[in-house]
């Protein structure tokens, strides 16, 4: 099984920066595509941004220019780095790790979610 740990969350001001991290882990499995997602109290969780394993990226409209999406293959962990944040960005932002891996002659594929970390930005 792949564990995915997310860190880097807090409080921060309208306008201010954040850095999450996401750490994926899992002998024996080959990490693919991770992403960042987010949920609010109420609201349906939507992705921010993801990145392939080959560096190509994608972002939600609210993210683009604000955020970036990066990761360092070495150590399967992933980065967003948020900027010029808006009380609207407070949530629990969440990390997305794609997997595959080879046993008894097959490919299997799934995916693992972390538990969150919370993001709050004060107007």
């Known amino acids: 099984q792949v564990q995915v740990v997310e860190s880097g969350g807090g409080l921060v001001q309208a306008g201010g920066s954040l850095r999450l991290s996401c750490v994926a882990s899992g002998s024996g499995y080959s990490i693919n595509d991770m992403g960042w997602h987010r949920q609010a109290p109420g609201m349906q969780r939507e992705l921010v941004g993801s990145?392939?394993?080959?560096?190509?990226?994608y972002y939600s409209d609210s993210a683009k220019g604000r955020f970036t999406v990066s990761r360092d293959n070495a150590i399967n962990t992933i980065y967003l780095q948020m900027n010029s944040l808006k009380p609207d960005d407070t949530a629990v932002y969440y990390c997305?790790?794609?997997?595959?891996?080879?046993?008894?002659?097959?490919?299997?594929?799934?995916?693992?979610w972390g538990q969150g970390t919370q993001v709050t930005v004060s107007s």
């Open positions: 997305n790790a794609a997997y595959e891996t080879y046993s008894d002659g097959s490919m299997y594929f799934g995916d693992s």
């Open positions: 990145i392939t394993n080959a560096g190509s990226t």
